[in-house]
C-alpha cells in the first residue's frame, strides 16, 4: 500500500495546459506502474494514461499526442502534462499504483488519490 497525493488540478480555457502531480509515500519498485484516470459526472472512470516505473509509457486515444506522463524517482513522484485540454477532459482526475506494472484496467490498481479537478471551458 502506498499513499498518493494529486495536486495541480484548475480551471482552463480550451486550448490551455495544466500538469497534474501526484506524490507517493512509500516504495515504488521498478515491477509496478503508475496510472491516471479520469471521471466525469454520470460517467464510468476511464483510462488516460500510465507509466511503468521501468520506463515504458502508454496512453488512452484521445490523449495521445496532447497528455504526457512522466516520473522523477527520487521524488517518488508522477506528473500529467495536459496540453491543447478540451471541454470534454473536464473530470476528476486519479492517480493509481497498480502491481502489475502496466493496466488499462481500473481494477487492477490497488492504491488511489483522493483525486483533483480539471475544468476546461469553451
Known amino acids: 500500500q502506498v499513499d498518493l497525493v494529486e495536486s495541480g488540478g484548475g480551471s482552463v480555457q480550451a486550448g490551455g495546459s495544466l500538469r497534474l502531480s501526484c506524490a507517493a509515500s512509500?516504495?515504488?519498485?521498478?515491477?509496478?506502474?503508475m496510472g491516471w484516470f479520469r471521471q466525469a459526472p454520470g460517467k464510468e472512470r476511464e483510462f488516460v494514461a500510465s507509466?511503468?516505473?521501468?520506463?515504458?509509457?502508454y496512453y488512452a486515444d484521445d490523449v495521445k499526442g496532447r497528455f504526457t506522463i512522466s516520473k522523477n524517482s527520487a521524488e517518488n513522484t508522477v506528473y500529467l502534462q495536459m496540453n491543447s485540454l478540451k471541454p470534454e477532459d473536464t473530470a476528476v482526475y486519479y492517480c493509481?499504483?497498480?502491481?502489475?506494472?502496466?493496466?488499462?484496467?481500473?481494477?487492477?490498481?490497488?492504491?488511489w488519490g483522493q483525486g483533483t479537478q480539471v475544468t476546461v471551458s469553451s
Open positions: 512509500g516504495r515504488i519498485f521498478s515491477s509496478h506502474g
Open positions: 507509466l511503468r516505473w521501468s520506463g515504458n509509457t
Open positions: 493509481a499504483r497498480t502491481r502489475r506494472g502496466y493496466s488499462k484496467m481500473a481494477a487492477e490498481y490497488d492504491s
